[in-house]
C-alpha cells in the first residue's frame, strides 16, 4: 500500500507540472519561436573499499522560448551497487522578468538506485543594476523505495562578475526521515568562459549527507563527505560542443572517482 501511495504522489507531482506548464503556454506564447536544446552522454564511478563500478547514460531534452519559460525532460539509465534501473523526469522553469519560478518531478525504477520519487520548487531573482547577481530559494522532497525520506531547504547564489567569471555557491539545509534528523551541506565553485566558446570551472562542497541507500534494506546514515568536481566544456561552433566532468568524493566509507562526457546540439 505504502509503495502504491509513493507512486500516486509522483504522478500527481508529474501532473502538477504539466499543469502548471501548460498554464505559462497560452496560445498566443504557444506561437512564438520555440529554441531547442538536446544533450547526451555517458558516465562511469569507482568506489574504493569493494564497492564496485558504476556506469549510466542519459539523455536531455530542453524547450525554450527566451524570456519566458523552459521545459526541461531527462531520460537517463543508471547501474551501481548490484542494481540497475531506469529513470525521468521533467522541470519548469517560468520567468518572469527577472524572476524565475521554478517546479519539477522525477522518479525511476530499480530495487533503489532511483528514488521513488523527487518533487522540486524553486524561485529565483535577479540583483544589481543589471541582474546579475542570481539568489535562488528551493525545496525539494525525495522518497527512496523504502521509508527513508528526506527534506530539503536550499540557497544558492551566482555572480556574473563581467564577461569571464562566474563565482557561485550553495547551502543545504536537510530534514530525514525516520528520526527528524538534521543534515547541512555548503558549496562554492568559479567558471572561466568565453561565451559560447570555451568553459572551465570547478566546485567543491563539504557536509553531511543524510542517507545513501546501497542495497534494498542497506542505508549509509548521516556521514560527512567532501566532493570535488571539474568541468570543461567547448563549443565547436556556436550551436555544437562537448562537455567533461571529473568528479571526486571522500567519506567514511569509500573514495569515488567519476568522468562524465556528453556532446550538446542546439538550433
Known sequence: MARAGHKRSLWVAVAAVLAVAAACTPAAAQEAPTNYYVEGGLDFSHFTHDNGNGNGQWLVLILSQPAKHTLRFDLSRAERWDDEGVGGGLLLNKYVGRLTLGAGASGGSGNFIYPEYRVDASVGYGFLAKGNLKIVLGYLHEQSKAENSYSRM?????????S??????????DVGQPGDTVTKSMGLGATWFTWQKRYIGGLFSYGDVNYTQVSANDFLVDYKQFSVRLYYSEYFNPTFGTNIKLDYGH???FKVYGISVSVFKSW
Open 154 to 162: 536550499a540557497i544558492s547564489a551566482n555572480y556574473y562578475m563581467n
Open 164 to 173: 569571464h567569471w562566474i563565482f557561485g555557491g550553495f547551502f543545504n539545509y
Open 251 to 253: 567519506n567514511e566509507f
